[in-house]
């Protein structure tokens, strides 16, 4: 039995990234390992029930996923460093961000990379090499167009639609803006060190915007405050100098992002809930998994409606 934990995901990958960045924080002892069609379609499939990543395999045979169980699984392990602050309401707000960056920030990261041809190379190419690292270039870039398109047939569910670009765009660049401005005078989002919700920031900035050439020559390079706290979460341990703001206090450069927060994300989070009770309340003896879609939830980003198609 290995000493170790093998993490396996792709660089490409939105939650990889998160995974990848706590566990270094963490510096626990692990290896990363590119996912091959072997693993996702058989083993990890096998293993957790569906094909997906990141997966954790722990050194005693458990295969983890869902990144938010991984970094429960590893706190409850390995006291030092942690990442959800003892403080009531830097908790709650390292809580609340870690959802906003999980799933709010899920448009913008597929729209910069599927809405912008220039990017499907670096997919095809690294993606290729992952799942078939024995065969011809050609033959990988033939085998990744295939969850390349898949990826890209599901952008009108989450509301990437030509109609809605200039929205996604206008809310990107001023929710990075007041990202940069605040990571000008903070290293992390709470203070000294990562907490939750630099960890799910992370994913989106690490996996799309920062790798794919796109959005990391628009978005990210451009600002180089964000750009350079994306560069410490690579490799965050060795920044992390010092605690989180004293007396459980906020900073306040972070005021565009509550907002984004509590009156665009919230009540999307409303909306799936009431539909989540109604279907309860409707198939009162469903024992199975929830259905992977729901009806559209209607809300809103930078003032402008958006709605899933």
Do not use: C
């Not at 990543?53 to 991984?70: A, C, E, F, N, R």
């Not at 912008?116 to 011809?136: C, K």
């Not at 992390?188 to 996996?207: A, H, I, K, Q, W």
Request: aromatic share 12%; net charge neutral; glycine share 6%.
């Amino acid at each position: 039995m290995s000493s170790s934990y093998v993490l396996y995901g792709w660089h490409l990958s939105y939650f990889t990234g998160k995974a990848l960045s706590y566990l270094r924080y963490k510096q626990v002892d692990f290896e990363f390992n590119e996912v091959d069609f072997y693993t996702l379609m058989v083993k990890i499939k096998q293993e957790t029930g569906a094909a997906v990543m990141p997966v954790l395999k722990s050194p005693d045979g458990q295969w983890i996923q869902d990144t938010s169980v991984i970094i429960d699984h590893i706190e409850s392990l390995f006291a030092q460093r942690p990442v959800l602050p003892q403080p009531p309401v830097q908790r709650f707000a390292s809580m609340l961000l870690e959802a906003w960056g999980d799933e709010w920030w899920i448009p913008i990261a597929m729209h910069t990379r599927w809405s912008y041809p220039e990017n499907y190379a670096l997919f095809e190419a690294e993606a290729g090499q992952a799942l078939l690292p024995w065969a011809p270039a050609f033959v990988q870039r033939w085998v990744a167009r295939k969850p390349a398109t898949m990826l890209r047939g599901m952008l009108p569910f989450v509301g990437i639609v030509p109609e809605q670009f200039s929205t996604l765009n206008a809310w990107a660049i001023r929710m990075l803006n007041a990202l940069d401005a605040h990571f000008q005078q903070h290293p992390f989002l709470l203070g000294n060190r990562p907490t939750l919700g630099d960890f799910s920031l992370v994913g989106t900035m690490y996996g799309h915007l920062g790798r794919d050439p796109w959005p990391k020559r628009q978005l990210v390079e451009p600002r180089k405050h964000l750009k350079a706290w994306l560069d410490r979460m690579t490799q965050p341990a060795g920044y992390a100098q010092g605690d989180l703001l004293a007396d459980d206090a906020m900073p306040e450069t972070l005021a565009p992002v509550f907002a984004s927060l509590f009156t665009e994300f919230m009540p999307m989070v409303a909306g799936i809930a009431e539909q989540v009770n109604e279907f309860s309340q409707t198939h009162p003896d469903w024992t199975h998994k929830l259905p992977r879609k729901l009806k559209p939830v209607q809300t809103t980003m930078g003032g402008r409606i958006v709605l899933p198609k």
